[in-house]
């Protein structure tokens, strides 16, 4: 029986990989750190919030204070770390909030793990730091290049991906130096439920049921690796599981596609779904594209992000030769499975794109449209 501290448990991955864990392991205590910002929402919690295995701590990762009390109380044997910013645009605008979360954030959580774990020894011989990362430290690729396996040299081109860069060879250096018992590993781009309407897929949904611009940058394409997020909590359990200490190891979705390809499928389905359900048209009256089954024609191309790297693979051999994984979705049944999310959720994603965030990513748009 496991004891998890999870941060940023209320963010999209997270609070996915505490619905997960919960499912999956009922007789398990997890315990969830989140500091609440921008794209932290206790909302996300709520399937889980009347579990009596779970708990929730607002607070912040810096508060070695509080990591350290939480450590102790609930005797934690496995600590999963995913509290990060990580929208690419706001590392661009402001990176000194990614600095201080990512860099600061990871190495308070690194001392405060090594004080309780190994200086006190509590849980000195079973505990686990997991520590979650990105692709985006491997930089990006050309059209013909292999995709990035674990043993390829870190380029990260955004202070984002440069801050995760950062953590993860804290992280390293703690197992390292210290003994620290870590495990990283490196995710390809997620999508699913609860996913903070910033990013491409659920802005391209959003937007379609408002009936505003789907925004692409540039020509639209850029190629990512899509992974479905229950794949990637199911990836990071069997790291935990089987995982070696110290190592590190890439879950993708073997999934490439352009964001333009995307955004066009996006708008078959979306086109589809209001033609065969009427329903839809009801609920979404603003959806004019979409009940005309034109929805594409709300695409806009916009100014390429500074520094936009031109693609994303990850090559999850090690993965699935040690540890057993492969995802379950393809991005045709995965998208399904999120575009009815988002149907059915119109209040969780209303309330998320009221108030200050909406009126930031309107100007981001705006300032850049090219017509």
Request: hydrophobic share 35%; with cysteine; aromatic share 12%.
């Amino acid at each position: 029986m496991k004891r998890l501290l999870v941060t940023g448990g209320a963010g999209f991955i997270g609070s996915n990989f505490v619905h997960y864990w919960i499912d999956n392991y009922p007789e398990d205590t997890v315990i969830v750190l989140d500091a609440l910002t921008y794209a932290g929402n206790i909302e996300n919690l709520n399937p889980v919030k009347d579990n009596p295995s779970f708990k929730f701590y607002q607070g912040d990762i810096c508060d070695s204070v509080l990591v350290e009390a939480l450590l102790k109380e609930h005797q934690i044997d496995t600590l999963v770390h995913f509290a990060a910013e990580s929208h690419v645009d706001r590392s661009i605008s402001g990176p000194d909030a990614f600095i201080q979360t990512n860099i600061i954030g990871t190495h308070s959580l690194l001392k405060a793990a090594k004080k309780i774990w190994l200086d006190e020894g509590v849980n000195k011989e079973t505990h686990r730091f997991h520590h979650v990362s990105t692709d985006e430290v491997y930089g990006t690729l050309e059209p013909e290049d292999p995709a990035f396996c674990e043993s390829t040299p870190y380029a990260p081109n955004s202070p984002y991906a440069a801050s995760k860069a950062a953590s993860d060879h804290l992280v390293r250096a703690y197992h390292h130096t210290y003994g620290l018992r870590v495990t990283t590993s490196n995710c390809s781009n997620n999508y699913g439920p609860y996913h903070f309407p910033e990013k491409l897929i659920p802005l391209v949904v959003t937007n379609i049921l408002r009936d505003l611009p789907l925004p692409i940058y540039g020509d639209g394409k850029q190629i990512r690796d899509w992974l479905y997020v229950e794949d990637h909590a199911r990836g990071i359990d069997l790291v935990i599981k089987k995982g070696r200490l110290g190592d590190c190891y890439n879950i993708g979705g073997v999934n490439e596609w352009a964001n333009i390809d995307i955004v066009h499928f996006i708008c078959e389905l979306m086109n589809n779904l209001f033609i065969e359900n009427p329903k839809f048209a009801d609920k979404y009256p603003q959806a004019i594209s979409a009940i005309a089954g034109k929805s594409q024609e709300l695409i806009t191309y916009v100014q390429d992000r500074v520094g936009h790297d031109r693609r994303y693979a990850i090559n999850p051999k090690k993965s699935s030769s040690e540890l057993g994984y492969m995802p379950l979705e393809s991005f045709e049944t995965g998208i399904r499975k999120t575009l009815r999310w988002y149907l059915k959720n119109d209040s969780w994603w209303g309330a998320v794109m009221d108030g200050s965030y909406r009126k930031w990513i309107e100007k981001q748009y705006s300032s850049s449209r090219q017509g």
